[in-house]
C-alpha cells in the first residue's frame, strides 16, 4: 500500500491544492453575507496561497527540483501560514484578545531565514511549520470552537467540525515536517510517519483540506439561505449539495482512473523498454566473456603447457612458456596462468606475468567461468579455467584465462541511463554514474559494513519501481552468466509524470466546468427566488395600496384616493384651462332602509347602487364612496349645466332600479363647477351646500351651485 500510495503522490498534491483553492473561493464568496468571520479574507488568501504552493510542490515532483526552486517553494508556505496567523490574530482582536503583530512575524521570518543560512532549505522549512503553521492552523481551531460556542446550533455544530479538521491538520502540517538535523524533526517526520502509517502525510493534509473546504461550504450555503430565509432555497441548496458531492467524488474518482490509466500506458513502454535495454547490457557483457571459456579449454588441450607442469629442462620449458604467452595472447585474454594440481602459480602471462594476485579457489578438476576483481586495481575482471591433463587422463594442473572488463566499462560511459554491474553482496564493481562506484547498492552485509549510504531501500531481484533521489525510476535487474553477479538498470519516470500530468489536467479542467455551473446552478436559484420575492413585496404593496385607497363594501376608491385625484385634477384644470365639475350625491332616506331591514340589505342596496351608477358614467369620471351613503363622481372636462345633465340622468335611471326586500329609492344630487381661486375644501363646500339645497328642496332632484 505503501508503494502504491507513493506513486500517487502526484495526484495527491493535486488534490491537496485544489481542495485548498477552493477553499479560498468559499471564503471570498462568504464575504457579502451577514454573520460571517470579519478576516475571512485572510483565510481565504492564505488557502489560495497554499494550494499554489502545493501545486509547486507537484510540479517539482513532476519536473524535478531545484535549490532556488525550493527556496521559492518553502517560502511561499511560509507566507501563506502567516496570512492563516494573521487571520487568526484579528479574530482575536474582535473577541478582546490583542496580539502584537511584527514581532510575532518579524521573530519567525528571522529564525526561518538563519536556519536556511546555516543548514539546509529542508530545516528551514520544518522551522516555519512549526513557527507558523503549528501556531496559526492551532489558534484557528481554537477560535472556530469559540465561534460554535456563540453560534446557533444548527451553524455551532459546523464551526465544530471545522474546529476539529484545523486541529488535526495543526499537527498534520505543523508537528509532521520535512527530516531534520534537530529535535523532535530527527524523529517525527515525513519519513517515520509513512512507516508507522503506510502512507504518505501528504495524503492526510489533503484529505483534511477537502474535509475543511466541505465543511465551510455548507456553512456558507447555510448562512445564505439563512439570510434569503426561503424554505424554497433551502430545499434547493440541500438538493445542490448532495449532487455537489456525488458529482465531485465521481470527477476526482474518474480523474484518478485516468490519470492512473494514462501514467499506466507509458510505464509499461519503460518497463518493455528496459527489457531491450536490459538486453543490449548483456548482449554486450556477453560479448567480452563468452568465448573465454572456450579459449581455456583450447589452451589447456595444447601440448606447450604439459612441460610446464612436468619436470621438464630448462630449455624444454622455456620453449613451452613462450608458447603459453603466444597461445594466451591470441585468446584475447589480458592474463593468463597455469596452475598445478596443488593450486600453486606455475607461470603466467599478459599484464599478470610476474604478479602474485591472489587468485581465487577453483576445483581444478572441472571447468570453471565467473566475475572477479583484480586485486591490484579493484576493476571487475572474468576468468575462466580449464584442467590441464596428461597423456592418461589424469588432471595435472590447469589454465586460467582472465579478461578485464574496463573495455565494456569504457563503452557503456555515454549510455543515457544509469547501469550498475554489481557484486552478490550489491556493492557496485563499474556504473556510467562515477559518484556510486564501490558503493552498496541496496541494504547488505557489505552495506552495513560501509559508511556510505545504499542507494536503493531494498534489494531488486527483477524489476520494480522505486523512488530514488525523490524521483520515481524504474529498476531492471539480470544476473550475468548464472553468477551472483548482476546487471542493474535505472530509467527514470519523468514521461510517465507527464503522462500522469495530462490526466490531472484534465480533471482539474472537468472541475473548473462542473464548478462553474453549480456555481450558476446556484446563482440562478437565488435569483430566481429573490425575484419571487420582490414580484411578492411588490404585489403587496400594491394590495396595500389598492386596500388604501379603496372602499372595502362596494369596492369604489375611497375619500383618500378621491382627495388625491381632486388635488391633481385641479392643478391640471389650471394649467390647461379645462372644465372641472363635482357631483356629490347621497340615498334619501337611507336611515329607514337600515331600521326597516337591517345593515345587511342596507350594504347590499350601497353595493348594487355602486354598481349601477359605475357602468353609466364615464371612463375619464372618477367614481368614489364619500361615506356613509353618500357618494362623489368628479367630472373632468365637464362644466357645471353638463354635470348638472348628467346628474339628472343618473337620477331618472336610478329611479327604475327595483332592489331586493326594498323596491325603488331615490338619490338627490349636488354639483358644483370648479372656479379660479377655489381650493379642495371650498370646491367640496359648494358641492355639498348644493346636495343640501336638494335635501330641503324636497330630494329626488339635482342642484347646481352657484
Given amino acids: 500500500m505503501a508503494v502504491f500510495l507513493n506513486s500517487q503522490l502526484d495526484y495527491i498534491f493535486f488534490l491537496y491544492g485544489l481542495a485548498f483553492i477552493l477553499l479560498g473561493g468559499v471564503c471570498f464568496a462568504m464575504l457579502g453575507v451577514p454573520g460571517r468571520p470579519r478576516a475571512l479574507n485572510w483565510l481565504g488568501s492564505f488557502a489560495v496561497i497554499h494550494g499554489i504552493s502545493e501545486w509547486l510542490d507537484l510540479i517539482a515532483l513532476l519536473v524535478g527540483d531545484a535549490p532556488s526552486f525550493a527556496v521559492v517553494r518553502t517560502a511561499l508556505m511560509a507566507i501563506s501560514f502567516a496570512l492563516l496567523l494573521e487571520f487568526a490574530r484579528r479574530e482575536a482582536q474582535d ?122 461550504w ?227 552485509v557489505a552495506a552495513r559494513a560501509s559508511a556510505d549510504r545504499p542507494l536503493m531501500e531494498q534489494e531488486i531481484l527483477d524489476g520494480s519501481w522505486i523512488t530514488l533521489q525523490g524521483q520515481r525510476h524504474y529498476v531492471r535487474r539480470e544476473f550475468a552468466d548464472q553468477s551472483r553477479w548482476s546487471l542493474v538498470l535505472v530509467m527514470p519516470d519523468s514521461r510517465v509524470y507527464a503522462s500522469r500530468f495530462l490526466g490531472i489536467i484534465i480533471t482539474l479542467l472537468v472541475s473548473i466546468m462542473v464548478m462553474i455551473y453549480f456555481y450558476g446552478r446556484e446563482r440562478l436559484i437565488r435569483d430566481h427566488i429573490e425575484l419571487e420575492s420582490r414580484l411578492n413585496l411588490r404585489d403587496v404593496a400594491q394590495n396595500l395600496r389598492l386596500q388604501a385607497t379603496t372602499d372595502a363594501l362596494t369596492g369604489l376608491f375611497n375619500r383618500l384616493k378621491f382627495n388625491e385625484t381632486l388635488g391633481s385634477e385641479m392643478a391640471r384644470c389650471k394649467r390647461q384651462h379645462t372644465p372641472l365639475s363635482l357631483m356629490l350625491f347621497d340615498v334619501d332616506r337611507f336611515k329607514a332602509i337600515n331600521d326597516g331591514h337591517g345593515h345587511q340589505v342596507g350594504d347590499t342596496v350601497l353595493v348594487r347602487l355602486s354598481q349601477f351608477v359605475r357602468q353609466r358614467i364615464r371612463p375619464s369620471d372618477l367614481l368614489a364612496r364619500w361615506g356613509g351613503e353618500e357618494f362623489a363622481i368628479l367630472s373632468p372636462g365637464s362644466d357645471g349645466p353638463m354635470a348638472s345633465q348628467a346628474a339628472d340622468r343618473l337620477r331618472t335611471a336610478i329611479q327604475e332600479i327595483t332592489f331586493a326586500k326594498v323596491g325603488t329609492l331615490t338619490c338627490s344630487f349636488g354639483v358644483a363647477q370648479y372656479v379660479e381661486g377655489d381650493t379642495a375644501e371650498s370646491l367640496l363646500a359648494r358641492a355639498d351646500e348644493a346636495l343640501y339645497r336638494a335635501k330641503i328642496g324636497g330630494r329626488d332632484r339635482v342642484e347646481l351651485a352657484a
Wanted: aromatic share 8%; net charge negative; glycine share 8%.
Fill in 95 to 216: 473577541r478582546q484578545l490583542y496580539v502584537p503583530a511584527w514581532p510575532l512575524y518579524t521573530g519567525a521570518a528571522v529564525l526561518i531565514i538563519a536556519v536556511a543560512s546555516v543548514a539546509d532549505i529542508s530545516s528551514a522549512n520544518a522551522v516555519a511549520r512549526y513557527t507558523l503553521g503549528l501556531t496559526s492552523a492551532a489558534a484557528t481551531a481554537w477560535l472556530c470552537a469559540r465561534r460554535g460556542r456563540e453560534a446557533r446550533p444548527q451553524i455551532g455544530r459546523l464551526w465544530m467540525l471545522a474546529a476539529a479538521g484545523f486541529g488535526i491538520y495543526a499537527v498534520a502540517a505543523g508537528l509532521i515536517v520535512p527530516s531534520a538535523h534537530f529535535f523532535p524533526a530527527n524523529l517525527i517526520n515525513h519519513s517515520s510517519f509513512a512507516r508507522l502509517t503506510g502512507m504518505p502525510i501528504q495524503l492526510l493534509r489533503g484529505l483534511l483540506a477537502c474535509f475543511i473546504t466541505g465543511v465551510l
Fill in 218 to 444: 455548507v456553512i456558507w450555503k447555510r448562512m445564505v439561505a439563512e439570510d434569503i430565509n426561503s424554505a424554497v432555497y433551502t430545499r434547493a441548496q440541500q438538493n445542490l449539495l448532495v449532487w455537489t458531492l456525488v458529482i465531485t467524488a465521481s470527477i476526482i474518482g474518474l480523474g484518478w482512473t485516468l490519470t492512473e490509466f494514462l501514467g499506466g500506458v507509458y510505464q509499461r513502454n519503460v518497463e518493455e523498454g528496459s527489457d531491450g535495454d536490459i538486453g543490449l547490457l548483456a548482449h554486450l557483457l556477453d560479448r567480452e566473456t563468452s568465448m573465454l571459456g572456450a579459449k581455456a579449454r583450447a589452451v589447456a588441450q595444447l601440448q606447450p603447457v604439459q612441460p610446464l607442469l612436468s619436470a621438464a629442462a630448462a630449455h624444454e620449458a622455456e620453449r613451452a612458456r613462450a608458447a603459453f604467452d603466444l597461445e594466451a595472447a591470441a585468446s584475447g585474454a589480458t592474463s593468463a596462468f597455469v596452475l598445478d594440481k596443488s593450486g600453486a602459480l606455475v607461470a603466467s602471462s599478459g599484464d599478470g606475468a610476474g604478479s602474485h594476485r591472489m587468485l581465487p579457489h577453483f576445483n581444478l578438476r572441472d571447468e570453471h567461468q565467473g566475475y572477479a576483481l583484480d586485486p591490484a586495481s579493484g576493476s571487475p575482471e572474468y576468468l575462466a579455467s580449464s584442467p590441464v591433463r596428461n597423456s592418461d587422463g589424469v588432471v595435472i594442473g590447469a589454465v586460467v584465462l582472465v579478461r578485464s572488463l574496463e573495455a565494456f566499462t569504457e563503452e557503456l560511459s555515454g549510455f543515457n541511463r544509469w547501469y550498475f554491474l554489481v557484486d552478490g553482496e550489491g556493492v557496485v564493481l563499474a556504473t556510467n554514474r562515477s559518484e556510486y562506484e564501490h558503493m552498496p547498492l541496496w541494504p547488505t
